[in-house]
């Protein structure tokens, strides 16, 4: 069964950081993005908008996933990790039960275009060790088939590309290195030519959203534009289609954890009560390695 279009959810212009400029989707809570918390993009040729970075902060009971398309990004945290990725690479973080990291552009880099996922924990891996991890583009999984590139970052993916009369494609098979983030939730990079389409396979109980960030995509003949967040129906496979500027969208699957969600800040939790015990120990510097 095809899925089919439920929700579009605009990104909206916000700050972040020491006053970071990005283009946000929030999904906390929401049912058709679970596991997937937040999506972030940053993309700006001025540096004045981003050289601030994000400066030392914590985070409990979440993961991170921040994937560049252009310039680079240091990570630094209090577990003693350090890691540098430039245009194509990905940092992976679970922040467990508490890390204090920092994410500051490197200083050769004159523009930035990058996104940061946040993906949720269940309740029984919150206060875990935190782990830290980072990928260089060569470490990636990539492939192509008529009209279509893609990256796969994390989880396993089988993509059908259109043929032409009757000689059918044979399907594009990637598996993506970052098996930390494979239990909850999948990352693919998908650039389509202009008209071109491609069909992903899904597993029917996964959610499946898909953040448009460059050109336009024809979604049941309506023209959906950059800079927001498709959210689409149960289904075993999803065909996207691009306009005649091509597209360029990052493709999330994920298996829905089905807990409640509070958000604070930088911790997310289930209850508020594990919120205020975040906030204690963050205070009291238990967050320390």
């Known amino acids: ?68 398309k252009h310039g680079g990004i240091i990570h630094e945290d209090n577990q003693g990790n350090r890691g540098e990725i430039r245009s194509g690479g990905a940092q992976y973080m ?29 309740a ?38 259109e043929g032409k009369g009757d000689n059918d ?18 990352l693919a990079d998908v650039q389509l030519e202009a008209g071109g389409s491609l069909t992903v396979t899904t597993a029917e109980d996964e959610t499946v959203t898909a953040y448009l960030y460059d050109g336009a995509l024809d979604v049941a003949g309506h023209r959906h534009e950059v800079r927001r967040a498709m959210i689409f129906t149960e289904g075993d496979q999803l065909t996207l289609k691009a306009h005649e500027d091509g597209a360029g969208l990052l493709l999330l699957r994920g298996q829905p954890i089905g807990e409640p969600v509070v958000h604070y800040g930088p911790f997310v939790m289930n209850t508020q009560a ?16």
Request: aromatic residues 8%.
């Open 124 to 161: 029984a891996e919150k206060m875990d060790a935190p782990r830290y991890r980072d990928l260089a583009l060569e470490e990636l999984a990539r492939g192509e088939g008529m009209n279509f590139q893609v990256t796969a970052v994390s989880g396993h993916w089988v993509f059908h590309g």
């Open 169 to 186: 494609q044979s399907p594009v098979r990637l598996e993506g290195p970052l098996s930390e983030l494979a239990p909850q939730a999948a």
């Open 1 to 68: 069964m095809n899925r089919q279009l439920r929700e579009v959810i605009p990104a909206h212009a916000s700050r972040d950081g020491a006053g970071v400029a990005i283009q946000r989707v929030a999904g906390f809570g929401h049912a058709g993005m679970d596991p997937v918390l937040m999506i972030d993009e940053l993309r700006s040729e001025h540096r004045a908008d981003f050289a601030a970075g994000f400066p030392p902060h914590p985070h409990r009971g979440m993961q991170t996933l921040t994937y560049m």
């Open 94 to 122: 679970s922040a467990g039960r508490g890390i204090v990291h920092s994410e500051m552009p490197t200083q050769d880099s004159l523009g930035l275009h990058g996104f940061q996922l946040w993906i949720n924990l269940p």
């Open 274 to 289: 594990e919120i205020e015990t975040a906030l204690r120990d963050y205070q009291a510097g238990r967050f320390a390695a």
